[in-house]
């Protein structure tokens, strides 16, 4: 059985600049949410989706933002980039309650330049 | 506000003897916890979970304790060895919550 795909794997932007990345979940998976892990500060949510609903929103400006799409799959943007946005951004996939089935990609490490 | 803590950064522990990585909470919410593990370039894998309705969980090697009270709970493993070497996430989760509120981590090596 497949796990969750994050794509790319690696990206590099420059400050000013807007990004998107993507995630295709397990399959029978019909929720997705999206982490930002930084050095020191764990992983920090940022939404989750489900049946391309937003459920829940972290605390993060405006510049980030989702959706998803009725296969599932998921994109996360980040607009006008700023330095401090370069982390790895992991998408994690469950049926839908969450607990304990929480299965995460590799992420997407993003350097802001 | 931090939600999750795990106060310890980094624990060096000899093969074969005992890892405790300790997480704290400050949410009484809470009622549902998990630890993960990662690997550099790997997303987290999940290694355990514990209701809040039980004081201790089990898996092989693995076992994690809850102490409500103390609003702490600690994951043991058993014997350790080079290859859990990793960073070790708590996580915790609410009845009908659908997000997990993460510990900022602690990088475990096991040494041989």
């Known amino acids: 059985k497949a796990g969750v795909t994050q794509t790319p794997r690696y990206l590099i932007k420059t400050r000013g600049q807007q990004v998107t990345l993507s995630c295709s979940p397990i399959?029978?998976?019909?929720?997705v949410s999206w982490y930002q892990q930084t050095p020191g500060q764990g992983l920090q949510f940022l939404f989750e989706?489900?049946?391309?609903?937003?459920?829940n929103k972290g605390n993060f400006p405006g510049r980030f933002s989702g959706r998803q799409f009725s296969n599932s799959r998921s994109e996360m943007n980040v607009s006008t980039l700023e330095l401090g946005d370069s982390a790895l951004y992991l998408c994690?996939?469950?049926?839908?309650?969450?607990?304990?089935?929480?299965?995460f990609g590799s992420g997407t490490r993003l350097t802001v330049v | 506000d931090q939600q999750v803590k795990q106060n310890s950064p980094s624990l060096s522990v000899q093969e074969g003897r005992i890892s405790i990585l300790n997480c704290d909470y400050t949410?009484?919410?809470?009622?549902?916890f998990l630890w993960y593990k990662k690997y550099p370039a790997e997303g987290p894998t999940f290694l355990i979970s514990?209701?809040?309705?039980?004081d201790k969980n089990e898996d092989g090697r693995f076992t994690v304790f809850l102490n409500k009270s103390a609003k702490h709970l600690s994951l043991h493993i058993v014997p350790s060895q080079p290859g859990d070497s990793a960073v070790y996430f708590c996580?915790?989760?609410?009845?009908?919550?659908?997000?997990?509120?993460f510990g900022a981590g602690t990088i475990l090596r096991v040494k041989s």
């Open positions: 399959s029978g998976h019909r929720s």
């Open positions: 989706y489900f049946s391309e609903t937003q459920r």
């Open positions: 994690a996939s469950s049926i839908g309650t969450g607990k304990h089935g929480y299965t």
């Open positions: 996580a915790a989760n609410r009845s009908g919550g659908n997000k997990l509120v």
């Open positions: 514990i209701s809040s309705i039980k």
């Open positions: 949410n009484s919410m809470f009622d549902y």
